[in-house]
T-cell receptor, first 114, second 116 residues
Framework: DADVTQTPRNRITKTGKRIMLECSQT?????MYWYRQDPGLGLRLIYY???????NKGEISDGYSVSRQAQAKFSLSLESAIPNQTALYFC?????????????FGSGTRLTVV | AQKITQTQPGMFVQEKEAVTLDCTYD???????LFWYKQPSSGEMIFLIY??????QNATEGRYSLNFQKARKSANLVISASQLGDSAMYFC?????????????FGQGTTLQVKP
């Protein structure tokens, strides 16, 4: 099994629908992150969490919410999906002990809002 | 605020030749890290190489090397002896040693195509 698992891998949903993207990890990392990737914009941070009680907004959190159900699980919700939320979404984890700690990424969720 | 800039949206290189992908950054931190990730067409993010701001030697990992010029705030990725499998999107990213959030800031990405 992958260290960081994202489900679903692909999803098409309609405008106005609520959708949840799930992320689970076996790395034992405390820090978890949600990013979205758009062409020409790179990856932008939506939310991040240091533990189940510590959740922080990233640079583009409007229209999204998150839940850290356990150390290993971090879910991203779109309460009412809109077409400009069509993107590739990544979950990532990190030890976060220093600037040398990069990320372990999930495989991504490709979301299309029609 | 931290910023990463990749000014080359797309690059072409002939197979077996070397190629340099540009990355410049802006930060007021003294301690920071610089990363390069590869994203093939399948979409996953693959870690390539890391350089710490206090590292005096340029990082190398196999065919990948990071040309770190601190005064110019650049962290270019050099791929030697390009292979067809190197065709992918490449992202430069930076972490902060002072903020303790562990966040990575990413550049816009460069698409590399290797020609046979």
């Amino acid at each position: 099994d992958a260290d960081v698992t994202q489900t679903p891998r692909n999803r098409i949903t309609k405008t106005g629908k609520r959708i949840m993207l799930e992320c689970s990890q076996t790395k034992g990392h405390d820090r978890m992150y949600w990013y979205r990737q758009d062409p020409g914009l790179g990856l932008r941070l939506i939310y991040y969490s240091f533990d189940v009680k510590d959740i922080n907004k990233g640079e583009i959190s409007d229209g999204y919410s998150v839940s850290r159900q356990a150390q290993a699980k971090f879910s991203l919700s779109l309460e009412s999906a809109i077409p400009n939320q069509t993107a590739l979404y990544f979950c990532a984890t990190s030890l976060g002990q220093g600037p040398w700690d990069g990320y372990t990424f999930g495989s991504g969720t490709r979301l299309t809002v029609v | 605020a931290q910023k990463i800039t990749q000014t080359q949206p797309g690059m072409f290189v002939q197979e077996k030749e070397a190629v340099t992908l540009d990355c410049t950054y802006d930060t007021s931190d003294q301690s920071y890290g610089l990363f390069w990730y590869k994203q093939p067409s399948s979409g996953e993010m693959i870690f390539l190489i890391y350089q710490g701001s206090y590292d005096e030697q340029n990082a190398t990992e196999g065919r990948y090397s990071l040309n770190f010029q601190k005064a110019r705030k650049s962290a270019n990725l050099v791929i030697s002896a390009s292979q067809l499998g190197d065709s992918a999107m490449y992202f430069c990213a930076m972490s902060s040693g002072s903020s303790n959030t562990g966040k990575l800031i990413f550049g816009q990405g460069t698409t590399l195509q290797v020609k046979p």
